[in-house]
């Protein structure tokens, strides 16, 4: 199984977009992702807190959504504007 991570703002000078490969499943669920993501690239552990999940284009707030072969993570900092 892959999942592409794209990272944007801030969060692309801690790393760069990277793909997750994990062996011998279909699909799992959102929060082992998360658990993948800081494995990969410790330096994001900071900002997972804050960081909002896009799953294929789509916002997410359950850690428990089924993440399946092929589908993309957006991480989005927080943004501020005026």
Same mark, same amino acid.
């Given at each position: 199984? =892959?999942? !592409? +991570?794209? @990272?944007? %703002?801030? $969060? /692309?000078?801690?790393s760069n977009d990277f793909t997750i *490969? #994990?062996?011998?499943? *279909?699909?799992?669920? $959102?929060?082992? +992702? !998360? =658990?993948?993501? +800081?494995? *990969?690239?410790?330096?994001?552990e900071k900002f997972m807190n804050n960081i909002a999940f896009a799953?294929?284009? @789509?916002?997410? /707030?359950?850690?428990?959504? *089924? +993440?399946?072969?092929?589908?993309? #993570? %957006?991480? #989005?900092?927080?943004?501020?504007?005026?």
């Amino acid at each position: 199984m =892959q999942v !592409k +991570i794209l @990272t944007f %703002a801030n $969060l /692309k000078e801690y790393s760069n977009d990277f793909t997750i *490969e #994990i062996e011998g499943k *279909e699909s799992i669920a $959102l929060s082992i +992702i !998360k =658990q993948k993501i +800081i494995a *990969e690239k410790p330096a994001l552990e900071k900002f997972m807190n804050n960081i909002a999940f896009a799953v294929n284009q @789509t916002y997410s /707030k359950n850690d428990n959504q *089924e +993440i399946n072969d092929l589908d993309e #993570i %957006a991480l #989005i900092p927080p943004v501020a504007g005026g």
